[in-house]
């Protein structure tokens, strides 16, 4: 099982700019896909992006396309998550997560990071 963290969380304003990290380690990162999804109070957890395991298949959550870009470094077992022009819906905790395929669906979805706060103030 691959081991995620994530990092690059905090507090930013309306319009403002976010970079999210997901350091994996263990089994071999390049073997899967990995995606984003976030959880806001009260809500479910839900689907942001995903990145197949060569980057050359990505889906976006129509929420965030066109703010939002995933992508990754399989030589460093990072992945990322680059949020621009962030609004005050986008606040939640941001997860990553690895699965065999690349899906919009969480229960594809076998490892997951601990997560990390993004606020977003107006």
């Known amino acids: 099982q691959v081991q995620l963290v994530e990092s690059g969380g905090g507090l930013v304003q309306a319009g403002g700019s976010l970079r999210l990290s997901c350091a994996a380690s263990g089994h071999r990162f390049s073997n899967y896909a990995m995606g984003w999804f976030r959880q806001a109070p009260g809500k479910e957890r839900e689907f942001v992006a995903a990145?197949?395991?060569?980057?050359?298949?990505?889906y976006y959550a129509d929420s965030v396309k066109g703010r939002f870009t995933i992508s990754r470094d399989n030589a460093k077992n990072t992945g990322y998550l680059q949020m621009n022009s962030l609004q005050p819906e986008d606040t939640a905790v941001y997860y990553c997560a690895t699965a065999p395929v690349t899906s919009l669906l969480r229960a594809q979805y076998s490892s997951w990071g601990q997560g990390t706060q993004v606020s977003v103030s107006s």
């Open positions: 990145i197949s395991w060569s980057g050359g298949t990505i």
